[in-house]
């Protein structure tokens, strides 16, 4: 009974989550209660929770994770700047002439916001405000738009940079670290946020690619789903030359986000730097437009402070149940089930996957990475993955999570801000999809690990 200690500790979380409870104070607490009633009946060392404050330190010193404070600023500044609502009436002019050119624009502008912003619930309830109240006026078929919506807003998990990359991309160089020195390999290779970044950039264009492709089909075979616009009706209003009208709306947010990940490509910048950068340039785009007041500048300051805040304090509360996690035993219960998996490391990828899957219902991408990762990504690495490739499997795999219904995130996102008048049925009808896509992408991703590895080794061969 003592061996499966650790598996009653994960499940007593995942119930906590499930009444309701904040995730940071349900994993430090739960882990605390088990560590005590370890303590009183002689199966837990305490000695595990004196490695606690020198955890707490390195997190505090970490300079990858202050990439996340300055990503989210730079997402709020967007955000507050109506960027968004500017870069979808320019690709409308470009592409809404066309039959399903709509859809198309809105998977352009998503990916675009997604790279902003990097966080799939703002993404979605922004394109879910803007966007699909034009689609469905203009004929759209409210499956295909809610679709194709809440399909762009989730490539803010594998569109770099991305806070999700950003966190993944930490954990994972621990993980990768801590495979290592278990094989004895005393002077190991290290992974980067930026690998991440660059690893992901394949992928993430062929989910574009696949989901632009996929509107297209349906606009020709079913051209009552997405009717073409006529040109006079976009630009109803607008007494600007068309090429300045697309000039003010394209070329700012181009260049922040090229800005951005050109600093990272070359190598003129650390993640952490570049997301300095694009901080920076998203409050001069928001002063630009008009929109930076002060009481604009303390709201983002203050939407800021509370993401940021979360992801510590879930971050601190994680450490906190990996010690106990490990002072029961759970490193080396996890260790000896994957061997006797069949399959081999294939067989024990597949479980993780399907467990992360599982999991996205009811946990954000935070909390899967702080807690599950660290306790299965050591073991998948010791068996000879490649740290960027799985890093990307497993960000592909929880974006599908939070697509699938019924308890996908941003059906839940997209829900909250669509019209009565669309149909949860529509949504989830609309999603499916989108969801074979990702699917499609993860098998692809298997058959052809150098889709994440290549691009990596070229940038970072020098």
């Not at 624009?105 to 703002?122: D, E, P, R």
């Not at 020195?181 to 950039?201: C, H, N, Q, R, W």
């Not at 209003?237 to 090429?243: C, I, K, R």
């Not at 979360?310 to 089930?337: C, D, K």
Request: charged share 10%; net charge negative; aromatic share 10%.
């Amino acid at each position: 009974m003592a061996e499966f200690l650790p598996l009653w500790l994960f499940a007593a979380v995942c119930l906590c989550l499930l009444f309701g409870y904040p995730v940071a104070f349900s994993l430090g607490g739960t882990a605390l209660i088990f560590a005590g009633v370890g303590s009183l009946f002689g199966t837990f060392d305490g000695i595990f929770l004196e490695a606690l404050p020198n955890r707490l330190f390195g997190i505090i010193g970490n300079e990858t994770l202050i990439a996340v404070p300055l990503f989210v600023l730079m997402g709020v500044l967007l955000e507050k700047s109506k960027l968004a609502e500017k870069l979808l009436d320019s690709m409308a002019m470009l592409f809404g002439t066309l039959r399903g050119g709509l859809g198309i624009s809105v998977i352009i502008v998503g990916m675009l916001l997604a790279a902003s912003t990097g966080i799939v619930g703002a993404t979605v309830v922004t394109m879910g405000m803007i966007s699909l109240p034009t689609m469905l006026r203009r004929g759209y078929d409210p499956a295909l738009a809610t679709g194709t919506i809440c399909a762009t807003g989730t490539l803010g998990q594998i569109i770099p940079p991305s806070i999700a990359l950003v966190l993944l991309g930490d954990v994972m160089s621990n993980a990768f670290q801590k495979a290592q020195l278990e094989m004895g390999i005393f002077s190991p290779k290290t992974i980067s946020v930026g690998d991440l970044f660059v690893g992901a950039l394949i992928p993430g264009l062929i989910l574009v690619g696949l989901y632009i492709l996929y509107v297209i089909m349906v606009a020709w075979l079913q051209p009552h789903k997405a009717p073409a616009v006529p040109r006079d009706e976009l630009r109803s209003g607008s007494t600007e030359p068309l090429a300045l009208q697309l000039f003010k709306g394209l070329v700012p947010p181009l260049v922040l986000i090229f800005s951005v990940l050109g600093s990272i490509l070359s190598g003129i910048a650390t993640p952490t730097e570049a997301a300095g950068v694009g901080a920076f340039g998203a409050a001069i785009l928001a002063l630009a437009s008009g929109k930076l007041s002060l009481p604009t500048l303390k709201d983002a300051v203050y939407s800021t402070t509370k993401v940021t805040s979360m992801v510590f304090m879930i971050l601190i509360g994680a450490s906190l149940f990996s010690l106990v996690f490990r002072g029961f035993g759970g490193e080396e219960l996890i260790e000896e089930f994957f061997s006797h998996l069949p399959g081999g490391v294939y067989g024990a990828l597949l479980v993780v996957m399907l467990l992360m899957f599982v999991l996205g219902f009811i946990l954000d991408f935070i909390e899967i990475t702080f807690v599950v990762v660290p306790i299965v990504a050591p073991v998948l690495l010791a068996m000879g993955l490649d740290p960027v490739w799985l890093g990307i499997m497993m960000a592909i795999n929880l974006q599908t999570s939070f697509l699938t219904p019924p308890f996908g995130f941003a059906l839940f996102y997209l829900r909250g801000v669509a019209p009565p008048e669309v149909k949860t049925q529509s949504i989830y009808k609309g999603v499916l999809p989108f969801i074979l896509i990702q699917l499609f992408v993860l098998v692809m991703l298997v058959i052809w690990p150098e889709l994440a590895t290549w691009l990596p080794e070229q940038v970072y061969a020098n």
